[in-house]
């Protein structure tokens, strides 16, 4: 079993190494007559790609996604649609001091104990070179959706790195596609930018981050009790990403200091149906989506591959040191945020497939 899919009626598996000579996905279980050409997934892929600024890795990659099977003269056929992504801008010879040594923080080690191979140029299939194919196979979602559920919107930013947060009284959509960092609050895009440099040059280290997806105009219904629950997809699609160390649907972590009248959100009637006073639930009770935003956040840890001396082993069980030398993202949170998008978008979709099958139009009306 290699798990290397995901979804339910949407599926996804993605294939291939940093390295390697190419990754994508192969997506199943697109509706058919879905409007889809490589422009359309192009432009969510050149949100993710490396190397547009100074404050991601300098990796030049065009990424230039090739549709090859399960679209015919721009609609999708209902079958598996094949993505490809070349990689064109490898440089495996930084790797080659750590084909012995396992570099702390990375997946080194642990893909070694379990298969005793491991690719070792980039980190192979744990490097977050992976995720372009994600965002790939988001894009496809995000065009099925229009078809099904057109008033949905999807949207991710950063909200916080390390120790430094967001003004949320300051928060500007329009911020956030105005900066390096998907910030909707450009002064704390400032500040971040000062401190990004200084640790990028000065201290030759990396930081962390929190990114927020949001889902908007999501109807009232997806997902199922128990087992099936959308905010444990959501929680797993996230938490997949690579460099994730933890994800919060709502309030989430928050909520354990809450009162439960401070937590429940009271329930009127409004012109157009049932209407919530606030949203400490994240748009989910019980699995199931209210018809509220989903609002989910997910913490991305700090990048391991760092410019400093780190004490480590080598495959033979000697005490060494390492240095990890290449390109590399000083937050890799900031190119995480259209991944985080693209995984919401496989979820709702799916989601919207299931209830579709199971229940077509929802069976309690209110009003």
């Not at 290699?2 to 199943?28: C, I, Q, Y």
């Not at 440089?91 to 080194?108: E, L, Q, T, V």
């Not at 894009?139 to 959706?145: D, K, L």
Request: hydrophobic share 35%; proline share 4%.
């Amino acid at each position: 079993m290699s798990t290397n899919s995901f979804g339910r009626m949407f599926t996804v598996t993605t294939w291939g190494e940093s390295h390697g000579p190419a990754l994508g996905a192969t997506v199943d279980g697109c509706p058919p007559n879905v409007t889809l050409d490589a422009d359309l997934i192009q432009v969510w892929l050149n949100q993710r790609k490396p190397g547009q600024n100074k404050n991601t890795t300098q990796r030049r990659e065009a990424d230039l996604v090739r549709i090859m099977s399960g679209v015919f003269e721009g609609k999708t056929t209902g079958m598996p649609i094949q993505l490809m992504i070349e990689n064109t801008d490898q440089r495996s010879k930084d790797y080659s001091d750590i084909m012995n040594k396992f570099r702390p923080g990375h997946a080194d080690i642990t893909y070694w104990q379990k298969y005793g191979i491991r690719d070792y140029r980039g980190g192979g299939r744990s490097s977050a070179r992976e995720t372009a194919a994600r965002v790939a196979a988001g894009g496809v979602a995000r065009e099925a959706i229009k078809q099904i559920a057109p008033n949905i919107e999807i949207s991710g930013y950063m909200v916080q790195m390390g120790d430094r947060k967001i003004d949320r009284s300051r928060f500007d959509s329009e911020a956030i596609h105005q900066n390096d960092f998907w910030c909707p609050d450009s002064v704390a895009a400032q500040e971040w930018e000062e401190y990004l440099t200084w640790l990028r040059k000065e201290d030759h280290n990396s930081v962390g981050a929190i990114i927020e997806v949001v889902a908007r105009n999501v109807p009232a219904g997806l997902g199922a009790p128990v087992y099936g629950k959308i905010d444990t997809d959501i929680a797993t699609a996230m938490m997949s990403i690579n460099a994730v160390k933890g994800v919060e649907i709502g309030d989430g972590m928050a909520a354990a200091s809450l009162t439960g009248r401070q937590n429940a959100d009271e329930i009127s009637m409004g012109p157009d149906g049932p209407e919530f006073s606030s949203n400490h639930a994240g748009g989910i009770l019980g699995g199931i989506s209210t018809g509220q935003d989903l609002v989910c956040r997910f913490a991305v840890k700090p990048t391991s591959s760092i410019l400093s001396t780190r004490k480590t082993i080598t495959k033979s069980g000697e005490n060494t040191e390492i240095i990890t030398v290449g390109r590399h993202d000083p937050c890799v949170g900031i190119r995480a945020v259209p991944v985080g998008e693209a995984m919401m978008a496989c979820v709702i979709l799916d989601h919207l497939l299931l209830h579709r099958g199971q229940v077509g139009e929802n069976q309690g009306p209110i009003g």
